[in-house]
T-cell receptor, first 115, second 114 residues
Framework: KAGVTQTPRYLIKTRGQQVTLSCSPI?????VSWYQQTPGQGLQFLFE???????NKGNFPGRFSGRQFSNSRSEMNVSTLELGDSALYLC??????????????FGPGTRLTVL | AQSVTQLGSHVSVSEGALVLLRCNYS??????LFWYVQYPNQGLQLLLK??????LVKGINGFEAEFKKSETSFHLTKPSAHMSDAAEYFC????????????FGKGTRLSVIA
């Protein structure tokens, strides 16, 4: 079974631009979560989707948004990029609702650099 | 609110030596606890999890962790380090409701010296 895939793997943007990151979960998984990983803050939860519904949202500004499609693929969007948005963005999928206490399978991440 | 503290951002051990990575948690309700490992340029992989069954949890690659409620700890151990264990390790906590997001510690980078 193919793992979680994320595209693109690397991205360079400039301040003020917007970006869309994509995540394809493991086949059959309906829950997708997004995390931001930075050296200073570590791993921080962004949001979780299950069956196209956002079930949980972390403490991030409204510039960060996401959605999930009927095939469980998910996208996250960051508008008006800031330098501090430079990070590794990780997507994780889980087969069941209540992703936080079930095993999550992580993708390799998208490395976003904001110049 | 829940939180996790990992003591030591970097731990270095010799090959064949005991690995001990420390994790202390804070939770107002019974926690579910996890250890994840991240190899360079990869996502995280689950090593083991505690879900209120046995307090000693065995995971993959010879790792195990013991849940100690009185000490609010969930330390990760491995009797004999291997070069391939060099990676970053994350402890995480959530609740059994499934509605509480995973809260991760800052991570501990493990180096294994030949």
């Amino acid at each position: 079974k193919a793992g979680v895939t994320q595209t693109p793997r690397y991205l360079i943007k400039t301040r003020g631009q917007q970006v869309t990151l994509s995540c394809s979960p493991i086949s059959g998984h309906r829950s997708v979560s997004w995390y931001q990983q930075t050296p200073g803050q570590g791993l921080q939860f962004l949001f979780e989707y299950f069956s196209e519904t956002q079930r949980n949202k972390g403490n991030f500004p409204g510039r960060f948004s996401g959605r999930q499609f009927s095939n469980s693929r998910s996208e996250m969007n960051v508008s008006t990029l800031e330098l501090g948005d430079s990070a590794l963005y990780l997507c994780a999928s889980s087969s069941e609702q209540g992703a936080s206490y079930n095993e999550q399978f992580f993708g390799p991440g998208t490395r976003l650099t904001v110049l | 609110a829940q939180s996790v503290t990992q003591l030591g951002s970097h731990v270095s051990v010799s090959e064949g030596a005991l690995v001990l990575l420390r994790c202390n948690y804070s939770s107002s309700v019974p926690p579910y606890l996890f250890w994840y490992v991240q190899y360079p340029n990869q996502g995280l992989q689950l090593l083991l999890k505690y879900t209120s069954a046995a307090t000693l949890v065995k995971g993959i690659n010879g790792f195990e962790a013991e849940f100690k409620k009185s000490e609010t700890s969930f330390h990760l151990t491995k009797p004999s380090a291997h070069m391939s264990d060099a990676a970053e390790y994350f402890c995480a906590v959530t609740t059994n409701s499934g509605n509480t997001p995973l809260v991760f510690g800052k991570g501990t980078r493990l180096s294994v010296i030949a």
